[in-house]
């Protein structure tokens, strides 16, 4: 049975940073891609970032290049996501999911987490 759980979230101030952890059971990471998406209250899911399977190559939203770094461990079965910078807008709840190719679309993705709060405020 496919599971993927976050872990991570929390309250953090503006310019501050945290990181994400998706772990996932029941199928092998090394096969899959990865993405982080995000869905604020009233707004749409939107993709964050993602891992391709077959490379490593990574995928940033506009919002977030230069302050989102996306990592995988295949032997921890586990994939990150590291913040810095966080700004207020970057509250939301965040998910890993996972299917075969790497997109920022969430429609693409088949499994998903239960989700992990990031609050950004001062």
């Known amino acids: 049975q496919v599971q993927l759980v976050e872990s991570g979230g929390g309250l953090v101030q503006p310019g501050g940073s945290l990181r994400l952890s998706c772990a996932a059971s029941g199928f092998t990471l090394d096969y899959y891609a990865i993405g982080w998406f995000r869905q604020a209250p009233g707004k749409e899911r939107e993709g964050v970032s993602c891992i391709s399977s077959s490379d490593g190559s990574t995928y940033y939203a506009d919002s977030v290049k230069g302050r989102f770094t996306i990592s995988r461990d295949n032997a921890k079965n586990t994939v990150y996501l590291q913040m810095n910078s966080l700004k207020p807008e970057d509250t939301a709840v965040y998910y890993c999911?996972?299917?075969?190719?790497?997109?920022?679309?969430?429609?693409?993705?088949?499994?998903w987490g239960q989700g992990t709060q990031v609050t950004v405020s001062s």
């Open positions: 999911a996972t299917d075969l190719i790497a997109t920022l679309h969430p429609a693409d993705f088949g499994s």
